[in-house]
Every structure is written in C-alpha cells, then in structure tokens.
C-alpha cells in the first residue's frame, strides 16, 4: 500500500498569507494526486487533481505542484473562507490513500 | 444539478448489519466509477470500496474486505453498501464520491455523508 504523508499538520496564518503544504508518497504516484479542502461538518471538495490541474471553479490563488513522490499545495494569498483542513489523496493505486490532513486555522 | 444523496445510517449494534444508499441526480450514473469514503469522528478520511461503471471490477480496504459489499443499479441510479459484522471502529460518516476521467479519476462529486455509529 503506498502511505501518505503531509506537513505541516497544522498551522496558524493570517488573511493575506502564502501558506504552502506538502504532501509525500511513500512510492512514485505519477501525479495521481489530488488535493481537497473539508470545512467542519462539510463533505470534502476537490481543488486540484493531477497535481496541478484546478478544478472548476476553484480560485486561481490555490495551486499545485510536484512529481514523484513530492507534492505542494500552495494558496497565494490566503481568504478568510480558506481556513480548513486539506487532504492530499493518492489514486494511483488502490487502496486510495488519503493524507493524515493538515489543518489551517487564523493566526 | 449534480448531487449525490447517502441515507440508512444510524445505530446498530456490534456485529451488527446495515445497507447505506447513494441516490445520484443531474448525470449519467451508469458512466461513472464510484467509491466510498469515511471518516470516524475527529479523524481523517479513509477509502473504503471502489465500484467501476459497470460494476465489473471491485476494490476494498483490507480493514472492511470480507464484511463490506459494494454494489449498484444502473437503472436506478444507485450505489449500495452493504455492511456487515460491524463494528466499533466502523462508526463514522459514510460519503459516496464520483470518480470521472475528466478529473482523471479524483473524487470530484461528493455526497453529504451518512453516520453510522456502531455502539451497544
């Protein structure tokens, strides 16, 4: 099974922050990597997936990056609608492993 | 509008049976792979089952396989998981997200989710 790892697994920032997040896999994924935002008592929402590819309708301050093994979320310029908890996920293989999460709270 | 709508949650007892629904609405349920995803309370999300379109090929979490079957019905729109021997540690929400190729197959379409709690 390929194991999931992200960093930090919290932070503090303030609105206007460029907050960046880091997801590795335990093995080569071939960009099979998405990203996910989930809001307290919300269904997660897709943001990226194939590393860097946004999804519709997702803002442009939000985005991706990396190959292999290593991946980065990075949001540009951090909104107050931003502050959640971001999942990387591996679809490369199954079983589909999801990263422990990091959670972004208001400094 | 595109929706996916997960019911039969609740409380049942360890060892325990329970069949969660997945109503899909607003696309064409029978040309999209579909899973299912928890996450008990306070925790991260865990990949549970993998169904493809036609329902010919199948995944499972080593954590659920042999207690979990994933189906579903084309002609009505439905994706099922039955769930059986349950327990404690299967108490979570239970969500059904849609894989496309659009996204190349990330979960882009999820429902609200479902609680099953698995407590005597």
């Known amino acids: 099974d390929i194991q999931m790892t992200q960093s930090p697994s919290s932070l503090s920032a303030s609105v206007g922050d460029r907050v960046t997040i880091t997801c590795r896999a335990s093995?080569?994924?071939?960009?099979?990597l998405a990203w996910y935002q989930q809001k307290p008592g919300k269904a997660p929402k897709l943001l990226l997936y194939a590393a860097s590819r946004l999804e519709s309708g997702v803002p442009s301050r939000f985005s991706g990056s990396g190959s292999g093994t290593d991946y980065t979320l990075t949001i540009s310029s951090l909104q107050p609608e931003d502050f959640a908890t971001y999942y990387c996920?591996?679809?490369?293989?199954?079983?589909?492993?999801f990263g422990p999460g990091t959670k972004v709270d208001i400094k | 509008e595109v929706q996916l709508v997960e019911s039969g949650g609740g409380l049942v007892q360890p060892g325990g049976s329970l069949r969660l629904s997945c109503a899909a609405s607003g696309f064409t349920f029978s040309s999209y792979e579909m899973n299912w995803v928890r996450q008990a309370p306070g925790k991260g999300l865990e990949w549970v089952s993998y169904i493809s379109s036609s329902g010919s090929t199948i995944y499972y979490a080593d954590s659920v396989k042999g207690r979990f079957t994933i189906s579903r019905d084309n002609a009505k729109n439905s994706l099922y998981l039955q769930m059986n021997s349950l327990r404690a540690e299967d108490t979570a929400v239970y969500y059904c997200?849609?894989?496309?190729?659009?996204?190349?197959?990330?979960?882009?379409?999820w429902g609200q989710g479902t609680m099953v709690t698995v407590s005597s």
């Open positions: 093995q080569g994924i071939s960009n099979s």
């Open positions: 996920q591996q679809y490369y293989s199954t079983p589909f492993t």
């Open positions: 997200p849609r894989a496309t190729v659009t996204t190349q197959n990330a979960f882009d379409i």
